[in-house]
């Protein structure tokens, strides 16, 4: 946009010096009434473009350059009026030695929007230079963040699969823990059935002899057995 506004300037500077090449050349009030007026809606163009540009000065040596320029056109400004007024007198031989003299401030002014719009390309191309090393560090932060994310994970996977093998062996060891003490307790079972089946039998030898002896304790003898 820059650029774009000092180009303006530029063309507005060469529009005035070829007005008033044609006012020179007019031979009437007429022709120099629309000349002038011409001239004036070109001040116009150029005031503005001035204005819009000079509220963004912000690059390296644009200050110096735009200072420079606004002094070669303020020159430029005080010394056209007298080669118009030549003009309207009919002076044209004077007014184009006027407008020759003045080639040099019309040159620099040249040479100062040249360098106006270098240093404006060279920002716009720090600025560019500058975005995409923004761009490369967010990309280069977003891949570093993913890794990080990615270890991460593979972390939480690595500590969930200890935990869920450590939890899965504490269960096989009591699983086998519970195996053993039902093994145990299935033997101690038969050593008590065994430990009982020889006192049960003696018991039962006892009251079938009694029962034999004691025919009319039967009764008795059946609750014994």
Same mark, same amino acid.
């Given at each position: 946009?820059?650029?774009?506004?000092?180009?303006?300037?530029?063309?507005?500077?060469?529009?005035?010096?070829?007005?008033?090449?044609?006012?020179?050349?007019?031979?009437?009030?007429?022709?120099?009434?629309?000349?002038?007026?011409?001239?004036?809606?070109?001040?116009?163009?150029?005031?503005?473009?001035?204005?819009?540009?000079?509220?963004?000065?912000?690059?390296?040596?644009?200050?110096?350059?735009?200072?420079?320029?606004?002094?070669?056109?303020?020159?430029?400004?005080? &010394?056209?009026?007298?080669?118009?007024? !030549?003009?309207?007198? $009919? =002076?044209? %031989? #004077? @007014?184009?030695?006027?407008? +020759? /003299?003045?080639?040099?401030?019309?040159?620099?002014?040249?040479?100062?929007?040249?360098?106006?719009?270098?240093?404006?390309?060279?920002?716009?191309?720090?600025?560019?230079?500058?975005?995409?090393?923004?761009?490369?560090?967010?990309?280069?932060?977003?891949?570093?963040?993913?890794?990080?994310?990615?270890?991460?994970?593979?972390?939480?996977?690595?500590?969930?699969?200890?935990?869920?093998?450590?939890?899965?062996?504490? &269960?096989?060891?009591?699983?086998?823990? !519970?195996?053993?003490? $039902? =093994?145990? %307790? #299935? @033997?101690?079972?038969?050593? +008590? /059935?065994?430990?009982?089946?020889?006192?049960?039998?003696?018991?039962?030898?006892?009251?079938?002899?009694?029962?034999?002896?004691?025919?009319?304790?039967?009764?008795?003898?059946?609750?014994?057995?």
């Amino acid at each position: 946009r820059s650029v774009e506004r000092v180009g303006q300037i530029g063309m507005a500077v060469q529009r005035e010096h070829m007005l008033t090449e044609r006012h020179i050349l007019e031979s009437g009030p007429a022709g120099w009434d629309a000349v002038e007026r011409d001239l004036a809606t070109n001040r116009a163009d150029f005031q503005r473009a001035a204005a819009a540009y000079g509220e963004h000065l912000s690059l390296p040596g644009e200050m110096a350059a735009w200072y420079r320029l606004a002094g070669d056109v303020a020159a430029k400004d005080y &010394l056209a009026p007298a080669v118009i007024g !030549l003009s309207r007198s $009919n =002076r044209d %031989l #004077d @007014a184009r030695r006027r407008l +020759v /003299a003045m080639q040099p401030l019309f040159d620099a002014i040249q040479k100062d929007v040249s360098r106006l719009v270098e240093i404006n390309r060279m920002g716009a191309e720090r600025a560019r230079k500058e975005m995409g090393d923004v761009q490369r560090d967010a990309v280069e932060f977003r891949i570093i963040l993913g890794a990080c994310i990615a270890a991460v994970l593979v972390l939480i996977g690595i500590m969930l699969t200890r935990v869920l093998a450590r939890n899965e062996r504490r &269960l096989r060891d009591k699983t086998h823990a !519970l195996e053993d003490k $039902n =093994r145990e %307790l #299935d @033997a101690f079972a038969s050593r +008590v /059935a065994h430990d009982l089946r020889g006192p049960l039998s003696a018991v039962s030898v006892a009251s079938y002899l009694l029962g034999e002896r004691v025919p009319q304790q039967a009764k008795v003898t059946g609750i014994v057995q």
